[in-house]
């Protein structure tokens, strides 16, 4: 819900209709978003008076499944019921409803009234209230993907066209909690922090360690994911948590946990006011940094020449120093030098290549970047700080305009980011497009 609550801020209004909210829970195989990425239905919206036809945020794959995700929340708001869908390929012929990919989704499908008061709806309020970029934390307890269904599942339908077998389960508790904001950088929670929001989520106070260990690593990382923590806390292996694994059984189910974070966004700092720098920074905000632009000169750096950055006037080796030394860097941050100064470039590199950085990258001909690199040693930096240097910057896409250039720059970024990613054209590589996705809840142990 996390990707959508900003855009639905406005439906959480008291008086609003209704609506729903599907987000993936699972995935299996190929698949093009991951797990946490939601999708948003109002049903027959009313604006000014009169009624408007249905409203949707968000997707949850290219196309293939939006038709039945959004029959699948119109249902919930029509009952009033939370759900589950599970969703896979299917040949049975070109209209049918299913990943073409091959992979295969679960999506939590969950109603939201905002005349009926509850955690949810609380939670969420919350989140819509905060700044769009502040980190947070949405956790709420499911029922296992092994679950028994409260009542039958509805008839298959044309939306249902597609959709696996024995889906369509209900949700059996509801319980939420949420954060905002976080004291360090990527708004880390500690640890009382997280135990305090997880303890009303469980059933004993023995499974909190190893909720907030799952939790606390998804938090840190950023990611959102399903985590299963053993009821009384003792770990089990994953064929412990079969399909008997029921409330009531010698053997009892596991908690399931829905985890969704957000990071604070990461920062993309760039020296250099000219026309590299206003393409590079316009650009590295459409992917969702915070970018500052940095440069000694204030007749070059006009903030009116750089909108999509915070322009600040100072040396970059001093700004970036006062910068790490307050701890508002990290192991995302980037740093793209585009000036031809050495006077500039060489303490700004030497700083930047011996702090935990995620990217450092600077513009330089052949000729250039082996003068620097020359200098950087007699600076006393080390063939392993060296060999963090991205320059010339950028992949080799033929680039020349300010703005091809910004695509080059950021696409080795975004790269050096992504383990494994190769840089070479997808139609040359075999095997999974996407990461592997995080395993189905019954193939994971307890902890």
């Known amino acids: 819900m996390l990707d959508v609550v900003h855009r639905t801020a406005a439906w959480l209004a008291p008086g609003s209709p209704p609506f729903a909210v599907a987000t993936i829970v699972a995935a299996g195989g190929s698949v093009p978003?991951?797990?946490?990425?939601?999708?948003?239905?109002?049903?027959?919206?009313?604006?000014?008076?009169?009624?408007?036809?249905?409203?949707?945020?968000?997707?949850?794959?290219?196309?293939?499944?939006?038709?039945?995700v959004h029959a699948a929340c119109v249902e919930a708001v029509r009952t009033g019921r939370p759900h589950r869908e599970s969703f896979g390929w299917s040949a049975q012929d070109a209209f049918a409803v299913g990943l073409t990919c091959g992979g295969t989704i679960d999506v939590l499908v969950q109603p939201v009234d905002p005349s009926s008061p509850g955690h949810l709806l609380g939670a969420l309020r919350r989140l819509a209230a905060a700044p769009e970029d502040a980190p947070a934390l949405l956790v709420r307890r499911v029922a296992p993907d092994d679950a028994s269904d409260d009542v039958p599942p509805p008839p298959p339908s044309a939306s249902s066209v597609g959709r696996k077998p024995g889906t369509g389960r209900l949700m059996t508790r509801s319980a939420v909690g949420a954060a905002v904001g976080g004291s360090a950088v990527g708004g880390v929670l500690d640890a009382g922090t997280l135990a305090a929001l997880l303890r009303p989520l469980l059933d004993d106070e023995r499974s909190l360690p190893g909720a907030v260990a799952q939790v606390g690593a998804l938090a840190r990382a950023g990611a959102s994911g399903v985590v299963r923590v053993a009821p009384d806390g003792a770990p089990r292996p994953a064929q412990c948590a079969g399909p008997d694994a029921r409330p009531g059984s010698a053997e009892r189910a596991p908690v399931t946990l829905l985890v969704e974070t957000r990071l604070a966004p990461p920062r993309m700092i760039v020296c250099g006011a000219n026309d590299h720098g206003a393409?590079?920074?316009?650009?590295?905000?459409?992917?969702?940094?915070?970018?500052?632009?940095?440069?000694?000169?204030?007749?070059?750096?006009?903030?009116?020449?750089f909108p999509a950055a915070d322009v600040v006037v100072d040396w970059p080796d001093r700004y970036l120093a006062a910068e790490v030394a307050a701890g508002r860097t990290d192991a995302r941050t980037a740093v793209a030098v585009l000036t031809h100064d050495a006077k500039v470039d060489v303490p700004l590199l030497a700083l930047a290549l011996r702090t935990d950085l995620g990217?450092?990258?600077?513009?330089?001909?052949?000729?250039?970047?082996?003068?620097?690199?020359?200098?950087?040693?007699?600076?006393?930096?080390?063939?392993?700080?060296l060999a963090r240097l991205r320059s010339p910057i950028g992949l080799d896409v033929g680039a020349v305009t300010p703005a091809e250039i910004a695509v080059s720059v950021l696409a080795e970024v975004v790269a050096a980011a992504r383990p494994g990613a190769t840089g070479v054209p997808l139609s040359g590589l075999d095997g999974p497009l996407h990461p592997a996705p995080q395993p189905k809840e019954s193939d994971r142990p307890w902890t």
């Open 33 to 68: 978003r991951p797990v946490g990425t939601s999708m948003a239905v109002r049903s027959g919206a009313v604006r000014s008076g009169a009624v408007h036809g249905d409203e949707v945020v968000g997707s949850l794959s290219g196309g293939c499944v939006e038709a039945a």
């Open 279 to 305: 393409a590079l920074t316009a650009a590295a905000r459409l992917l969702g940094y915070r970018v500052t632009l940095v440069d000694a000169r204030p007749l070059f750096a006009d903030p009116r020449r």
């Open 359 to 385: 990217y450092v990258g600077a513009m330089a001909s052949r000729r250039a970047h082996a003068e620097r690199v020359a200098a950087l040693r007699e600076e006393g930096l080390t063939d392993a700080d």
